[in-house]
């Protein structure tokens, strides 16, 4: 599908001008020309989308080399969420700099809802061969209506990351656990439905236990994407599915204050913990799947489906 051109349309309001999925012929040289100018023929610039109909937002804060996984969020020209299961989605990726016209492979991406019918997200795993500028050309079929709108979009790819990826070892920090607050959940989490199994082991004694666990950075109260909330009940509802043992972290340092969690301030701003600094987590809520071998065997940012979660368990407790 992304590579079967769709008719080229006006693009909305606040775009570049439309574009199929799938790139044009690339004048010779002209690969080498956009890698020192950013501009590639065929493609928007950094920052613009060129549509036939829906937008691709990149929500992912990492693009690195290697093997990804990547967000996609699709909005319509009044920039409201498209969330819908049944669209038939494939995204091509270009390495701009080595070839803007030629996939270097087409993804099916997955689907997990951000907030069930609300929003929506779509996973894509690619292999991104080296750091510099890509480009993603998103196809989206209706099956409704059998109109397929195209996308492209391009995006850098960079050779590290903030903090551990998958196949490194797991840092050992010392985190907070009930025995710290005299088994009073609500001192330590900021769920308004704790787990409280989730707080039983500091994050160094599970990786000394060397058994499998999930560690979660997670903060319903105070989460900037809004994602926590429903992130924690996948997590809730996958160790029921797949158990596993569950160390759940408040990425932010945070003080106990008339019956509640407040958080610490500097300059008006949270201010992490030492696990979530040291595990370099940009946003949050944000998921580790460690081995019990101590290595990280899965990283999900924001964002998980159930069975994409137990699956994930699943591979470091068979």
């Not at 795993?125 to 750091?131: F, G, K, N, R, V």
């Not at 998958?166 to 088994?183: H, Y």
């Amino acid at each position: 599908m992304v590579l079967a051109a769709c008719a080229p349309a006006a693009g909305p309001a606040g775009t570049a001008g439309a574009a199929t999925p799938a790139a044009p012929a690339a004048p010779m040289g002209s690969a080498a020309a956009g890698c020192e100018s950013g501009v590639f023929p065929g493609w928007p610039t950094p920052g613009q989308v060129t549509t036939s109909g829906i937008i691709p937002v990149l929500a992912s804060s990492e693009k690195l080399v290697g093997e990804n996984r990547l967000l996609f969020v699709l909005v319509d020209d009044q920039n409201r969420p498209i969330a819908d299961a049944s669209l038939e989605v494939e995204i091509g990726f270009f390495d701009l700099c080595a070839d803007p016209a030629t996939a270097t492979e087409v993804v099916t991406p997955g689907f997990a809802w951000g907030i069930v019918g609300q929003r929506a997200f779509y996973v894509a795993t690619p292999e991104l061969t080296q750091p510099g500028p890509w480009g993603a050309a998103v196809a989206v079929r209706d099956p409704a209506t059998g109109v397929t709108t195209g996308a492209k979009l391009q995006f850098t790819v960079s050779e590290g990351g903030f903090g551990p990826r998958v196949g490194d070892p797991a840092p050992a920090v010392e985190t907070p656990t009930l025995a710290d607050v005299g088994g009073d959940v609500r001192r330590i989490s900021t769920d308004p439905t704790p787990e409280p199994s989730f707080y039983e082991t500091s994050l160094d004694d599970a990786l000394a236990a060397k058994e499998p666990f999930l560690l979660a950075f997670i903060t319903p109260a105070f989460c900037k994407s809004a994602q926590c909330g429903p992130t924690i009940d996948v997590v809730k509802d996958a160790v029921k599915a797949a158990p596993i043992r569950v160390v759940a972290v408040e990425p932010y340092q945070l003080v106990y204050q008339g019956g509640r969690l407040q958080p610490v301030l500097r300059d008006a701003n949270f201010v992490p913990v030492e696990a979530a600094t040291v595990y370099g987590i940009p946003t949050e809520p944000w998921l580790f799947v460690v081995g019990a071998d101590g290595t990280i065997a899965s990283s999900f940012e924001a964002v998980v489906g159930d069975q994409e979660l137990v699956d994930a368990i699943r591979a470091v407790t068979r």
